[in-house]
């Protein structure tokens, strides 16, 4: 089983990208959990999502507390939460961002493996809006050997129907080509 | 042949309800409110639900129009959470007398004050006399499941009682997960068409809650009474069908490696799976724990949980709820009265715990068999757990 934890803020798609991702497993046949950090929304505040992927069923239902791993969907709340909490020392930490792995190491301290990718970038390319959930589940699918850009096809047009699908469809699919992982500080 | 799919619990929820051919969903559809009637209303406005969806002003009214409903011979249903389920509460306390088969899914959730929307059972426990039948689901697929079931309960003409299908807020109705939806044939074998044993009708005109007097009252109250209990030998023979059609087996108290354990960890809804996966780690370690789960809280399953509870030095019953007022939980309070006359009466002890959305976690559990191994000498005992000085 791998536990993974999201960050952003709300409006940007956490708790989806969480629910997307849940969805392609369950679709591959494996078992898999998401759930949101729950509150009262608020557009733009932080937000929490959590995701569980295993091959046996799943009967945790406690929150996630220290991830496999972390992926930031927004830069700017690596600034009010810390996002590295309770990831294991053999985690990933999975970052939306402009700047290099070694500028966030030295700004943050962060020590885990990384992958950082511009996934802002990328959305306002491909989407025309900042929103970077499907970016971020490309990186994480090709990061993690989760899933194909195949896998997602079906839930992606569930989700966003036949408008929005392909272009999501195609975040998924650059940032599954572009996503790399580095090793460890 | 049922569908694997990946699906919030609350909107497969929904999709069992349609499965069952509800007639009538009448719900308040703001806050406190869940996904599960916002996507029925979805199913009734797309066509695929042909059902009368009443968007009520008030969960006082939901409740008045689903009795309503139900007399005149409608399969009816409606969900609710928290302070929902308050402003119900007038109603709750009429359909079971009047004999009609409501079925609410309450996602549970704590009742104010302080404001709080997360998870606990205050919600159901404030109503747990009112003589509904309640089931508690521990994950997604019970809660479709005892959806399903609760129709088949209720509406049996020898029980024709309201059921309560209690489904963890948040940690159950707010989960994605895998779960199978049975298809419309296997539903269809399960669940027979309602066929009220009495409704009004134009045709035959009658009166249902009408005044009783001090000479009928007591007789109304305990005929209700009595079809509750006996409702349990239905609720059996309900799951018994249900695992021959769907396979999934079901029993109103369930007990999980409680064979030889010392201590036995009783508890309801969503919390007994982590329970289970603590309970794991727990014998890998040598510690000799077990669970009991009620799948069915009213009627109270007294001989099953006293059987399961038989072999046990140590009882410790959790509650997520917590009895202003009295040095017990809900749950805590029935398995002390049930104990009190057993054979070989166990140590009882009493902890409330996940309050108001509070995380239950493995911890948790591995804290309370070590507080009850540490209690040496002590019969009985009440904590909330976690109070933050």
């Known amino acids: 089983m791998i536990e993974i934890r999201f960050h952003g803020r709300g409006g940007q798609g956490a708790v989806t990208s969480a629910e997307l991702m849940a969805q392609t497993a369950i679709g591959m046949g494996k078992f898999a959990q998401a759930f949101p950090s729950f509150g009262p929304e608020r557009r733009g505040a932080p937000v929490t999502a959590f995701l569980r992927i295993s091959e046996t069923p799943i009967k945790l239902r406690e929150k996630v507390y220290e991830p496999d791993v972390v992926v930031v969907l927004d830069a700017t709340v690596m600034n009010v939460t810390k996002v590295d909490q309770g990831l294991k020392a053999d985690g990933v930490l999975l970052v939306n961002s402009h700047h290099g792995v070694e500028a966030l190491r030295r700004q943050y301290a962060f020590t885990q493996k990384m992958s950082v990718i511009d996934a802002l970038g990328i959305a306002l390319e491909v989407l025309k809006v900042p929103i970077t959930n499907t970016v971020m589940l490309g990186a994480f699918a090709k990061v993690m050997g989760q899933a194909t850009p195949d896998d997602v096809v079906e839930p992606f047009n569930h989700r966003f129907g036949p408008s929005l699908a392909p272009k999501n469809l195609e975040a998924f699919r650059r940032a599954y080509e572009a996503a790399n992982l580095e090793g460890r500080a | 042949m049922s569908k694997r799919v990946g699906i919030e619990v609350s909107l497969a929820v929904a999709e069992a309800v349609k499965l069952a051919d509800a007639d009538v969903v009448a719900a308040y559809p703001i806050t406190p409110q869940t996904h599960i009637v916002e996507h029925l209303s979805e199913l009734v406005a797309d066509g695929e639900l042909d059902a009368a969806y009443i968007p009520v002003e008030s969960e006082h009214s939901a ?43 309450i996602a549970n959730r704590a009742l104010s004050a302080p404001i709080n929307i997360w998870n606990d059972h205050s919600d159901i426990m404030s109503v747990r006399d009112a003589g509904w039948i309640c089931l508690f689901a521990e994950n997604g697929q019970e809660a479709v499941d005892m959806t399903l079931a609760a129709f088949r309960i209720g509406e049996d003409p020898q029980v024709s009682l309201p059921v309560s299908v209690n489904i963890d807020g948040f940690t159950l109705s707010h989960f994605i997960e895998p779960i199978l939806l049975p298809d419309k044939a296997e539903v269809d074998r399960f669940l027979p068409p309602f066929k009220p044993v009495i409704k009004l009708d134009i045709a035959q005109p009658i009166s249902v809650g009408l005044l009783a ?37 079901y029993q109103v108290v ?136």
């Not at chain 2, 929902?84 to 004999?99: C, K």
């Open chain 2, 213 to 249: 007097p001090p000479e009928s009252y007591t007789e109304a109250r305990k005929a209700t009474d009595d079809a509750l209990l006996a409702s349990k030998a239905v609720v059996k023979k309900a799951f018994d069908e249900y695992e021959a059609v769907f396979g999934r087996r």
């Open chain 2, 63 to 105: 409740m008045s129009s689903c009795i309503g409903s139900s007399a005149a011979g409608a399969r009816t249903f409606t969900a609710t959470s928290s302070q929902g389920l308050a402003l119900m509460n007038e109603m709750i306390f009429i359909a079971p007398v009047l004999r009609t088969p409501v079925i609410l899914a």
């Open chain 2, 254 to 389: 369930e007990s999980y490696r409680v064979e030889d354990a010392e201590t036995v960890i009783v508890a309801m809804g969503s919390i007994a799976e982590t329970a289970s996966i603590a309970i794991d780690e727990m014998r890998e370690a040598g510690q000799k724990v077990g669970l009991v789960r009620l799948r069915l809280w009213r009627p109270f399953p007294a001989e099953e949980l006293a059987a399961a509870l038989s072999a046990a030095k140590n009882v410790a019953v959790i509650d997520r709820h917590m009895v202003l007022g009295v040095d017990n939980g809900p749950l805590g309070l029935e398995v002390k009265s049930l104990l009190y006359d057993a054979p070989n009466r166990p140590r009882v002890f009493n902890y409330v715990l996940g309050l108001g959305g509070r995380d239950v976690t493995r911890d948790d559990f591995r804290d309370i068999a070590a507080r009850v191994s540490s209690s040496q000498g002590v019969q009985t005992r009440y904590e909330i757990v976690g109070v933050l000085a």
